[in-house]
Structure formats: C-alpha cells, structure tokens
C-alpha cells in the first residue's frame, strides 16, 4: 500500500467522535438518484447521537446524502432524520447525521441511557449477593471475610462510571455540534433533505411559473392523416422545477410521444410552500393543429 493510501486509510474514521450503542433496529435509507427516490431497507448495527453504522441491501457511495427512517425502540415514535454516507464496504456502511433536533437527540440518548442500563443490569444478574444462610460453610483460616457492602460499593461505582460516561458523551456531543454549526455558517446551504408529500397545482398556476417552454415537433405522418387534438400529461414537477415523470391521460395516440418529448425539457419556477420549494403533481396539455 502506497504512504497515500496508508495515510487515508489512517484518517477514514476520524469523524467519529462520539461513542455509539450496538443495536439491531431495522432502517430505511432515501438516496435521489436521477431525481428519482429510491427506498433501500437495512438494519442498523450500532447507534449512536454521531451517526450509525448498518448493513443496507444496497450500494452507496461515500458523500452520499440520504434520508434516514428508524423506529427507536421504547423511543415514542418513528425518527427521520438526514445524513450523510461515510464508508461503505461490501453492503455494510457508515453514515454521519445532519442537524438532529433537540427531541432526536433526546430520543437517541435515552435510548444509550437504557441499554447501559440494560447492560449493567445484566452484568449484575451474573454475579449476584446470595443470602447468607445459603452460603456453603469455609473451614477456618486466617483469610479475613469479604466486606459485607462490597457489592454496594461496586454498585455506586458502576451508576458513577455511567454518569460519568454520560456526562462526557453530552459534552463531546456539544462541542461537535457547536463545531459543525460553526463549520456550516460559512457554507452555502447543500443539505439535501427528504421530499415532502407531493402537492397538487392546477395546470393554470403551473403555466404562470413556467420559464422555459419547448414546442412540439408534429410527427410528419400524423399530419398527413390529418390527425390533431389535445394531449393532456399528467406530470410530477421537482422541487428545482425540472420534470421528473409524465404519464399520458387523453389525446390521440400518434400524438403523445411528440408531446412527451417536448414536454420533458420544460422548466418551471420551484412551488412553495411556507417559502420552501417541493415537489408537486399537475396537468399539462398540448394542442396539435396541422
């Protein structure tokens, strides 16, 4: 292996600052590709207010943004959330979380807070204080008896080491997010997040935001039969304002594939909502006259 690689290879996991919790919860990753969604299923390995790491049925690509669906157990709900692709190596990869609100971090950190739990308990259980009367008797020696609080103590030591281990994930968590506000203040915003439910616009509303319009070529032997009429699309408009999918409701049937075609270079000013531009449905009709 070359110094460079050697060198990468040493900085790969350096993003991950921020202590995770095996897991094995069931996940559904969102990647646009093509400004289409695609849904892949997956199940996370670890987890934790950083990232996570999952096996995923699928290929990603480091740098990849996605959207992230996870039911945390006993957390109240479903979590969305955004990210982005760290790794990814033979179907298992590494994803970093984007701008995690306030109840997502809760619901993530008394999810950690219940399985050290669950762990310390288990620990516990292992070894536990049997009652003096089953005790088996031990031929006199010079060996003085255990101290009868020294599971007490190891007791109060545990709850202050998870204390402790709480206490310094809660400030590392802190100063990583005040770092990557820090770090996202001085860029232009590239978040990429999940489309939200598609809304329908009328064809009218969508003609005064269209602002680039390609006419149709008539096809040569639709005309010479004299056919004409009205194509009416039915067409799903992205949040940019490119056409992502069209489906023809009604007109002649040698006409449709040259409206298709010219459809599919229009632009549109984006629709908002609340100031924020989504993804919506509408018709699009072209007339056709030799």
Not at 192 to 197: G, I, K, M, R
Not at 210 to 234: C, F, M, S, W
Request: overall charge positive; glycine content about 8%.
């Amino acid at each position: 292996m070359s110094a460079a690689a050697q060198s990468s290879a040493r900085a790969g996991p350096c993003w991950r600052r921020l202590p995770r919790c095996v897991a094995a919860i069931p996940v559904d990753f969102t990647v646009v590709r093509s400004g289409i969604p695609n849904f892949i299923p997956g199940r996370a390995v670890d987890l934790g207010m950083g990232g996570m790491g999952a096996i995923v049925a699928g290929e990603f690509h480091p740098g990849d943004p996605v959207g992230i669906e996870i039911q945390i157990p006993d957390a109240g709900g479903l979590m969305r959330a955004q990210a982005v692709v760290r790794h990814q190596s033979r179907l298992r990869c590494g994803v970093e979380f984007l701008g995690l609100s306030r109840e997502q971090q809760t619901m993530i950190l008394s999810w950690q807070r219940r399985m050290a739990e669950g762990q310390l308990q288990t620990q516990l259980s292992r070894d536990p204080v049997l009652p003096e009367a089953s005790m088996p008797s031990l031929p006199a020696s010079d060996t003085p008896p255990a101290h009868p609080g020294r599971h007490r103590i190891l007791r109060q030591l545990a709850w202050a080491a998870l204390l402790l281990f709480l206490v310094l994930g809660a400030m590392g968590w802190w100063q990583w997010y005040r770092a990557w506000r820090e770090l996202e203040s001085h860029l232009p915003d590239k978040t990429v997040l999940a489309e939200p439910p598609e809304v329908a616009v009328p064809a009218g509303i969508m003609e005064q935001l269209l602002v680039h319009k390609v006419d149709p070529l008539y096809p040569e032997a639709a005309r010479r039969a004299n056919i004409q009429g009205t194509v009416v699309l039915a067409a799903v408009i992205g949040s940019d304002g490119t056409v992502l999918h069209l489906r023809p409701i009604s007109g002649p049937g040698a006409l449709t594939s040259a409206a298709v075609d010219a459809v599919q270079w229009w632009r549109f000013q984006p629709y908002r909502v609340n100031g924020r531009p989504i993804q919506v449905t509408t018709t699009l009709a072209l007339e056709f006259r030799p």
